[in-house]
């Protein structure tokens, strides 16, 4: 049966159904998530304005969406861990120069297991790049309660500078984040290492008097392995977990981890449409009606609608082994793909762009129907979210209009991470090099595109200037894809999509897995699935179980060589 613009009308009705859920995952850093962040606080601020006028009472918002490009002031209270009470160490604003003054580094202990006098070590998971409050279940169960269980040893969380309430400075102007860089976020923790006094505890626990193992997922597992390399006389051992040890300007290889490991048939859908869509707006008179059929005929710019529309697929980042903390997102989004017409029902067995798929739209134009559930996704999860801000689409997703990005408040916590990417990581989300290569993000994704935030929220300041391009080399100069020490274990996940930029990447050179220097790569795993831990390691799946114990096995023997 050939699908024409009958049953078009029909088609939207049947696809009503999908899902309308509008929050928003994990994904790459952009002037796409900028908006995102902003729309977020957008919905909150209007929450709470309502709120207000329906009841004199202030009601507490008990969602927790966790890092979703919420902005933090705006958020719910975090959930609670009275064991653990905050505390702060002193730290130099610039470690270079001391007249910067000092600032007040936050991080939370766990005793749970500690024994006095029994060498046990101290684990350290470094808070990485949002606010140590979002760390806080990795010390409760997570790998952090695992090592320091199967150790003896104290547990901590370390917040970075900038993020949280580790706060340097006043504002988050361009000369203000000057001090945000990968030199003096190491030099804060190798000061923490060599003099911090826990509370309650008698015994010095400093490096390297005592061993340290310092553990970092994704960003924050990068700064495990320089640690490693840049202090050894006081990282007695690290861990990096998806480890992105590897900085790139380019980083279209993220989307392409996705489209291999995606369902093929999901992989088949996104391409297709992807194909189509930067083909159709090439024809002038069908590019305004494309954006429309997605609801986004007045967002302005061709460029900022294909952002919009790749949305959908960094939610494969949020997929996780424990269904408490994972995300099901891009398996929906997948499913929704898939969704037959109504009175059409075999068609969704047949291959894409397959004659009877297709539906008839414009100027004789075919399109496969998988495109109109594609539209309708984008709508009922995307465009609705600015309808129900009392927003214009332009308003919530253009990317054009500079005064939307010269904020310095420091409640514009978006700032933070895009500055490190402006500046030393890069890892820009662009279509492949090669535009014939098979791809799931339009053409139209280019570099230029993906680093105009960049000159847009940091204009030069008096002491700083945004370099043109992120010096990556001040990165990749400590050890890259082959980065290696003794006692540095390496963990990454096979189908997480920055497995590009960490030492299991295709670009680099394979190694041998051993105790004193592991390198493991968990099947089926996406982003550092190894920190995330339930309170019985029997009742986490077996790949979990496994890398859980292999941790544990490779720090005893690690420990069994310690010398104070």
């Known amino acids: 049966m050939k699908l024409t613009a009958t049953f078009v009308s029909l088609s939207f009705l049947v696809l009503s159904t999908l899902t309308s859920a509008a929050t928003p995952s994990t994904r790459p850093f952009s002037a796409q998530d900028v908006n995102l962040w902003k729309l977020g606080a957008r919905e909150k601020a209007l929450a709470a304005s309502r709120a207000v006028q329906m009841s004199p009472l202030v009601l507490q918002d008990s969602a927790n969406t966790g890092f979703s490009f919420e902005p933090s002031h705006v958020q719910p209270e975090e959930a609670h861990y009275p064991e653990f009470p905050e505390q702060f160490f002193a730290q130099p604003v610039d470690h270079t120069d001391p007249s910067h003054g000092t600032f007040k580094q936050r991080y939370w202990v766990s005793t749970r297991h500690y024994v006095p006098g029994s060498n046990g070590p101290v684990i350290v998971l470094d808070g990485g ?61 190798a000061n923490f290492m060599a003099h911090v006094k826990f509370e309650g505890i008698d015994e010095d626990l400093t490096a390297p008097n005592t061993p340290w193992i310092y553990y970092g997922g994704s960003y924050a597992g990068a700064r495990a392995a320089h640690m490693k390399v840049l202090y050894p006389d006081l990282v007695f051992g690290a861990i990096a977990s998806s480890g992105v040890t590897h900085a790139a300007l380019s980083n279209w290889e993220y989307y392409e981890i996705i ?29 305004q009606l494309i954006k429309g059929l997605f ?13 919009v529309i790749e949305g959908p697929l960094s939610a494969w980042q949020g997929k996780n082994w424990d ?212 309170r019985d390691i029997t009742a986490e799946p077996p790949e979990i179980q496994q890398i859980h114990y292999e941790m544990i096995a490779f720090v005893l023997e690690w420990l069994k060589n310690f010398r104070a």
């Open 259 to 287: 489209r291999k490991a995606a369902d093929p048939i999901c992989s088949a859908h996104i391409e297709n449409a992807m194909k189509t869509i930067d083909a159709l707006l090439e024809v002038p008179h069908l590019r």
């Open 129 to 189: 790049e949002t606010s140590g409050e979002d760390r806080l279940p990795f010390l409760d169960t997570g790998i952090v309660e695992i090592l320091a269980n199967a150790t003896g040893g104290v547990g901590v969380i370390l917040e970075h500078r900038y993020y949280g309430t580790s706060m340097p400075v006043p504002d988050l102007s361009t000369d203000n984040l000057r001090w945000l860089n990968n030199e003096q976020a190491a030099a804060d923790s």
């Open 323 to 534: 269904p408490e903390v994972g995300s099901t997102r891009f398996d929906e989004f997948c499913e929704a793909l898939s969704r037959p017409i109504a009175g059409a029902m075999h068609i969704a067995a047949l291959p894409v762009g397959h004659e009877d798929r297709l539906l008839t739209l414009w100027d004789e134009y075919k399109i496969d129907f998988s495109i109109l559930n594609y539209a309708q996704w984008i709508r009922e999860n995307q465009v609705k979210r600015c309808v129900d801000a009392e927003a214009t689409v332009e308003e919530c997703y253009g990317t054009y209009d500079d005064d939307k990005f010269t904020d310095t408040s420091l409640d514009q916590e978006w700032r933070l991470w895009l500055f490190q990417v402006c500046t030393e990581w890069g890892y820009f989300f662009t279509a492949p090099p090669d535009l014939e290569h098979p791809r799931i993000v339009s053409k139209l994704m280019t570099m230029d595109y993906a680093t105009k935030i960049c000159r847009q929220a940091y204009p030069p300041g008096k002491h700083f200037t945004v370099p043109s391009m992120p010096n990556v080399t001040a990165v990749n100069a400590l050890g890259d894809f082959a980065i290696a020490a003794d006692r540095l274990a390496i963990i990454d996940g096979e189908v997480d999509p920055w497995r590009p930029c960490t030492p299991h990447s295709d670009y680099a050179e394979d190694r041998e897995d051993t105790i004193l220097q592991p390198f493991k790569l968990i099947p089926d795993a996406v982003h550092h699935y190894d920190e995330y831990g339930l």
């Open 295 to 307: 609801g986004l005929h007045n967002l302005e710019h061709d460029d900022d609608f294909a952002s």
